[in-house]
Nanobody, 122 residues
Framework: QVQVVESGGGLVPPGGSLRLSCVAT????????MGWYRQAPGKQRELVVH???????SYVDAVKGRFTVSRDNGKNTVTLQMNKLELDDTAAYYC????????????????WGQGTQVTVSS
């Protein structure tokens, strides 16, 4: 089955940097969108950034100018470089992949990673 695996979370002080990575493996024939979501304690999961296969990334206002996403379509990977981290960036970060499974439905499916914790604390 399709698997999505994130890595790279950790504990950093305010102003620090982290780099998150995500790879999708398995029988996925075509990926439409890859993106990152986050969920802080007691809050709903929110979109951080998504990258269409043939388009520019779209960031939530709170991270513009601080986070940079890059995607490698050939390797089914997406990375998130997070700079100037703030206390409010503390959350579990989830990679999302929307695409088609080989030999499967004609409708795209959503796949999620297990999440990686980012904690910003002094």
């Amino acid at each position: 089955q399709v698997q999505v695996v994130e890595s790279g979370g950790g504990l950093v002080p305010p102003g620090g940097s982290l780099r998150l990575s995500c790879v999708a493996t398995g029988p996925i024939s075509s990926i439409l969108v890859m993106g990152w979501y986050r969920q802080a304690p007691g809050k709903q999961r929110e979109l951080v950034v998504h990258v269409p296969s043939n388009g520019d990334p779209s960031y939530v206002d709170a991270v513009k100018g601080r986070f940079t996403v890059s995607r490698d379509n050939g390797k089914n990977t997406v990375t998130l470089q997070m700079n100037k981290l703030e206390l409010d960036d503390t959350a579990a970060y989830y990679c999302n992949v929307k695409g088609f499974v080989s030999g499967g439905s004609r409708k795209p499916s959503d796949f999620w990673g297990q999440g990686t914790q980012v904690t910003v604390s002094s």
